[in-house]
């Protein structure tokens, strides 16, 4: 169960934090959703989706939230509503999970390995503070954070319109004007996402510089399965948990 191809954030966490994303290799789904699709909302067979989650190390310590590209933060166990698109925990028996498929997953941890979380922050929930949201509702000082941004499309391969890049003109760098395209603009998440947890006061940030659109063979990514007309696609799911 827990031999599957993860990717392991290379950051100073403390020796009990539990953290990785997904592939999409070593599960049973089919189709275009060709391996460890861990998305019930896509049309995924549900068999197979539970059979996916089943594998992951923890399975039965991850709350799913769902997602819904907003601020909202959750602190685990909860028995509120899950629609939520970051959680945070401080009970061993309660890991954090984010889905994504070119969305930036972020992780989190104090240094002193007592609490975690994860965010998920697509544009929309960048541009909703969601992280800065996140960290202002855990307990730890940002400067006891550390930081890890998984797999997410990289700016080389997300091209956005004129009105959305305008949304994020204050971030220097993260947004250039596509050279092979006119009012089209390339759009930097994981930059944007390093910046906003530096202006947060983060004390560690590791960026996993993975790109989910270029790695088709490993990861999923709903950017691509658009231009290859093969939508829906499944989803890659990044966890975290105390020990």
Known sequence: MNRLPLIRPDWPAPGNITAYSTTREGGVSGGRYSGLNVGAHVDDDPDHVTANRN???????????????????????????TSADAAISRAPNFWCAVMT?????????NRQG???????????????DVISHTLYAMQSSPADVLAWIGPAISQACYQVDD????RFSAYAGHVAPDPSADNKYLLDLPGIAAAQLTHAGVGSITNS????????????????AQHEQAVPTGRLVSVIGLA
């Open 114 to 128: 007592t609490e975690v979380a994860a965010v998920h922050a697509g544009w929309q929930g960048l541009e909703q």
């Open 209 to 224: 510089a993975l790109c989910t659109y270029s790695d088709a063979h490993r990861l999923y990514s709903h950017r691509r």
């Open 163 to 166: 009105a959305l890049a305008r």
């Open 55 to 81: 594998r992951l190390p923890g399975a039965q310590q991850i709350t799913w939230l769902n997602q819904v590209h907003g601020h909202t933060v959750v602190t685990l166990p909860t028995q509120q509503n």
């Open 101 to 109: 498929a070119d969305c930036v997953p972020v992780l989190l941890c």
